[in-house]
Structures are given as structure tokens and as C-alpha cells.
């Protein structure tokens, strides 16, 4: 999920702007460092991902931060700098044990659970929609036909939906986590970038959706993957986060948390299972 | 413990990868085009278990040393992963019908080495 940052558009301006030379100096940086080649008027980019760190550590403008960097004992700032540009990328098969489990053991299981109807999968923090299609070409691969599944894919941000709905992704993105006869298959190079195909796109439903709102009129899933998005939530929310999620799971439906998230000691109405070396959550109520 | 080969004619490229196999915990040889890595294929003591292969090379290219290896049945089982500049969807599929399990577009990070390593299982 994409966190909204409230800022005014004063603030953006002033702390965002950069010389051409300090651009060239930060484009050399990152790539000396993580080998990204970091294109002409990507300013962007920049802004969201270094005006967390400007802000941060007190500066005043990336220039102030170009400047910082160029002295003596910044390693850490340098580091830094570098994993804002190449890490928090939404990935596709992101953590790839999740993706092995529902290859592997979960499929069929949930497939002859929903019987006649399409098999639900919810992707709780689609961001820019790399799990949500990862999903459904993972089933395309198995055979499942776009008609047996509804994959829905919400996020806070309207601005990474409409991302996501246009499916076109960057070298780097599809570079990350896909596998080659993936892109191969379903993809088509445009331009510098490549868009997912129709078919693929067409299976996956994107909504703007506060998780801390209700989120019963989204209906009961099969699977639900709410991954990396509960660990900027304080104990009560992600509380209530989960009551609610497990309010919408099917009573034999998994969940999938992030690698660093659990529901131990917030929520114990959830079973804890190892599959394929993923760990996944059943509600206890559902069976019980 | 594990052995890659990388072969690739930028010595700044074959650096950058050998350090991150290292880290992983493979032993590492490496090839400045595809005949050398061929002829130190032929040499090598203990088995390989993966290349990290560039595509444009002298002497001979990444594509025609990978039809070559996998034309002989001694090399079943290394895994390969094409690192190229070579971007464009009919050379990747070339690549992977040439017996490729994986490909990577420059330029890269080690976090995407490291991705595509897991999805092949060598990591």
C-alpha cells in the first residue's frame, strides 16, 4: 500500500528543485553504487524518493543533500540514498515461497472449494499491481481459465491504481522477480517499457480502498494476500485490520502476511500453517 | 561449495557479479567471451553449477556458446542466466529456446540478480 504523505504544493516545489549539476552528480551516485541508470527528467522519481530522507535528517532542499553527500564520513547517508532508488519497488512473485504454496498445495484445494462459482482472491495492497497480476498469470500457467477466477487488487492510493491499470511497467520492474518466459508470454515491449496483455489485465479488478474502513461490501475471498501493509499500523489497527479480514475470509480460505508480519500476539483467532515454505493463516473460527 | 562462471567482456561487469556470487557463497571463475569460457569449461576440475553469461562478446558470442553447451549432454545440469544489454522480446525468447533458464537486461542491480537466482532455484 502506498502511504499518503500530506504536503503543500509550496513544500514539494521548494524542497524538490535541483540543479542540473547536482542531478548529474546524484544520476552518477546511484549508478557507481547500484548500477541504475537513473534517465534525464526522471525529477520525479527523486522527489519521492529522497524528500523523505531531506526531510528527515533536517535539510533543506536536495540540493542541501547532493551537498551533504560530497563530504567526508557520509557513508550512511550515501547508503541510504541508494536503497531509497532501488528498493520499496513493488515486485511481481514478490518473496516467491507464497506463489510456490498456491502452485503447488493450494489451487486444487481452493479450486474444488468454490466449486461452480470463481475462485476469489483478494490483493489487500495492490500498489502498482505486480502481486494482483502475478496472481493471475501464476493461473493462467495452471490452466485456470480467466472465467474461474475474480482477482480483486485494492490500495489507499488512486494514484497507484491508476498505475496498475494501465499495466505498463519499466525495464527495472520487470527486470525484478519475473520470471523471463513470463514477460515472454505475456507482455509486449513499448517503447522503453513493457505493458501486460489484455487477457492477463482483464482478469484483475483494481478499487481505492481504506483498510480501516469497512471493507465487508468487498464480499468473501478464497485468498487474500495483505502483505507488507500491516507494519505501518499501530497494534490497534492492525487489530482491527485483521478482525475485519478474517470477517471476509471464506471459512476455508488462507491469508498470506509479509515475510515480517504475523498475526501472533495481535490476532490468535488465526492458525498458523507452513506450506511450501510460505507461512499462511486460517481463521480458527471458520473451522471450528 | 557451489561454483558460478561469469562470462562477460567488461571486467567492471564480471567484478560487479563475481562479488555478489561471493557473498552468496559461490566459488567463482571467470571468462572474457564465449571461447574462453568454453575452453575453461573443458579444463575445470570440479563440476560448474552456474554462468552468468553476456550476449555481445569477440570470439564468440553469449548465444553460440549457450547452443554449445547445451548441445553436449556433460553440461545437463548447470543453470544458466543470460546478463545482456540485449533487451528486446524475440532475443529473450531466442535466448530461452536456446536452453536459457533465465534472463536479466542490463543494466541491473544485485537485488535482481539475486531475484532471478531465487526463481532459478540457486540461491
Redesign the interface.
Known sequence: MTKAVPRTQDAVDKSASITQENYRFLQQHV?QH????LDEGKHYLLESRLIPIVRDVGLADLNALCHALRGVGQAPLRNRVVEAM??NET?F?RD?SPFDALRLKLLPELLAAARHRPLRIWSAAASTGQEAYSIAMLLLEQGVQPSQVEILGTDLSEEVLARAREAVYS??EV???L???Y??KH???KGMSWELQERVRKMVRFQQLDLRSGIRPLGMFDLVFCRNVLIYFDLATKRAILEQIRGVMQPHAYLFLGSAETTLNVDERFLRKVVEGAVLYQSMEARA | MSQAMVVDDSRTIRR?LTRTLQDIGYHTVEAGNGLEAWEMLECLESPLDLILLDWNMPEMNGLQFLRKLRADRRFDDIKLMMVTTE???EQ??EA?EAG?N???????????IE??L??MNAL
Not at chain 1, 34 to 37: D, M, P, Q, T
Not at chain 2, 102 to 112: A, G, H
Request: hydrophobic share 45%; glycine share 4%.
Open positions: 549508478y547500484s548500477g541504475i541508470v532501488t528498493t515486485l512473485f516467491k525495464q527495472l527486470n525484478r522477480g520470471p523471463a518466459p514477460l515472454v507482455f509486449t515491449r | 560487479i533487451t528486446q522480446a529473450m525468447l530461452l536459457a533465465e534472463y536479466v537486461m542490463k543494466p541491473f542491480t544485485r537485488d535482481i531475484d532471478k531465487r526463481l
